[in-house]
């Protein structure tokens, strides 16, 4: 029996606002896992490349500014901000320098964001704790889990790129990613004073970091009403993205610091100064008070507020391209 045009209106009206009656009719078709988990994995290493190729120079500054022990001036080897630093990079090293470390990042950046959305996206089920839907605790927890495993993945990597960056000569003097790699295993080994020395630091960043940035993200867009325009949807996408990573930066810059201090050179050669992560953070308090835990704050939200955004935004549409392409 067919519905009267009054009926169907009636219908209509009863539908959840901004979703059309063919949407119900016809729903995504949904992917099997490995698939799903496959596409992820390409969204989210595209999604780092662009991220880390326009962020680098950046990351190179905050971790200049980081690595800095003492406030006192020492000439032209002393930072007083974000565009001094950046100022006296380009007239003693070079332009080039601004992507020194850029290599291992490269190369770790694939597999670390793979691991970073597929590792959100499939812990999340985990973290429902009967609820229906995701919730806000949900987004929180499984960016926690993605950070810790993503942090244990890349750390080699974080311990060459953070030497590289520290290296202060001309970018054509400094050496290259895999001898600083060679030197470091070849003086300090595999273990936890060596190649991965700094593994806790990394977890604290990076856990602290997803688990606030997918947490607010998630939340805050779920919460927001989507717009039908593009233009607006996608504005509104880019600041829920800048946002969260900004928050995010704001609360896990400590384990940062700790991070660059252990990992990079130590302040006089053959002591080791900064060992573990919360005793690293307690030595830059006690020496050089509160306000140094924050040192690079301004370049760190820099990158990650807009690396942020551009990250998310890269995953989400690669991601529907990618289901479209192959479903």
């Given at each position: 029996m067919?519905n009267?045009?009054?009926?169907?209106s009636?219908?209509a009206?009863?539908?959840p606002?901004?979703?059309?009656?063919?949407?119900?009719?016809?729903?995504?078709?949904?992917?099997p896992?490995?698939?799903?988990?496959?596409l992820?994995?390409?969204?989210g290493g595209?999604a780092?490349f662009?991220?880390?190729?326009?962020?680098?120079?950046?990351d190179v500054?905050?971790?200049?500014?980081?690595?800095q022990?003492?406030?006192?001036?020492?000439?032209?080897?002393?930072?007083?901000g974000?565009?001094?630093?950046?100022g006296?990079?380009?007239?003693?090293?070079?332009?080039?320098?601004?992507?020194?470390?850029?290599?291992?990042?490269v190369?770790?950046?694939?597999?670390k964001?793979?691991?970073?959305?597929?590792?959100?996206?499939q812990?999340?089920?985990?973290?429902l704790?009967?609820?229906?839907?995701p919730?806000p605790?949900t987004?929180?927890l499984?960016?926690?889990?993605?950070g810790?495993?993503e942090?244990?993945?890349?750390?080699p990597?974080?311990v060459?790129k953070?030497?590289?960056?520290?290296?202060?000569?001309?970018?054509?003097?400094?050496?290259?990613?895999?001898?600083?790699a060679?030197?470091?295993v070849?003086?300090?080994?595999l273990?936890f004073?060596?190649?991965?020395?700094?593994?806790?630091?990394?977890?604290g960043r990076?856990g602290?970091f997803n688990?606030?940035?997918f947490g607010?993200y998630?939340?805050?867009?779920n919460y927001?009403?989507?717009f039908?325009?593009?233009?607006?949807?996608?504005?509104?996408?880019v600041?829920?993205?800048?946002t969260?990573?900004?928050?995010?930066?704001f609360?896990?810059?400590?384990?940062?610091?700790?991070?660059?201090?252990?990992q990079g050179?130590q302040?006089?050669?053959?002591?080791?100064?900064?060992k573990?992560?919360?005793?690293?953070?307690?030595?830059?308090y006690r020496?050089?008070?509160?306000?140094?835990l924050?040192k690079?704050?301004?370049?760190?939200?820099?990158?990650l507020?807009?690396?942020?955004a551009?990250m998310l935004?890269?995953f989400?549409?690669?991601?529907?391209?990618?289901?479209?392409?192959f479903t």
């Amino acid at each position: 029996m067919s519905n009267t045009p009054t009926q169907q209106s009636a219908a209509a009206a009863l539908l959840p606002p901004r979703v059309h009656p063919q949407q119900l009719q016809h729903p995504p078709k949904e992917l099997p896992a490995l698939k799903r988990a496959a596409l992820q994995v390409m969204a989210g290493g595209s999604a780092g490349f662009v991220e880390v190729c326009i962020m680098q120079p950046l990351d190179v500054v905050k971790t200049r500014m980081q690595l800095q022990n003492t406030t006192k001036p020492l000439g032209e080897t002393h930072y007083t901000g974000v565009f001094d630093c950046f100022g006296k990079m380009y007239r003693q090293e070079g332009l080039f320098s601004f992507w020194k470390g850029i290599l291992p990042p490269v190369i770790a950046e694939t597999p670390k964001r793979a691991i970073k959305f597929v590792c959100f996206e499939q812990t999340k089920p985990l973290f429902l704790f009967g609820a229906p839907a995701p919730t806000p605790l949900t987004f929180s927890l499984a960016g926690l889990t993605a950070g810790l495993v993503e942090a244990i993945a890349v750390n080699p990597f974080e311990v060459v790129k953070v030497a590289q960056q520290a290296d202060r000569t001309k970018m054509k003097e400094a050496a290259g990613t895999w001898s600083v790699a060679r030197r470091i295993v070849r003086t300090d080994g595999l273990g936890f004073r060596g190649l991965n020395k700094g593994v806790t630091a990394t977890m604290g960043r990076n856990g602290v970091f997803n688990m606030v940035y997918f947490g607010f993200y998630h939340s805050v867009k779920n919460y927001v009403p989507a717009f039908e325009d593009s233009t607006h949807e996608f504005l509104r996408k880019v600041l829920i993205g800048f946002t969260s990573g900004t928050l995010a930066c704001f609360v896990n810059i400590p384990f940062d610091v700790a991070k660059s201090r252990i990992q990079g050179p130590q302040p006089q050669a053959g002591i080791i100064k900064y060992k573990a992560t919360l005793p690293s953070i307690g030595i830059v308090y006690r020496e050089e008070g509160f306000r140094a835990l924050y040192k690079g704050l301004v370049p760190k939200v820099m990158r990650l507020g807009p690396g942020g955004a551009i990250m998310l935004l890269v995953f989400e549409y690669a991601y529907e391209f990618l289901q479209a392409e192959f479903t």
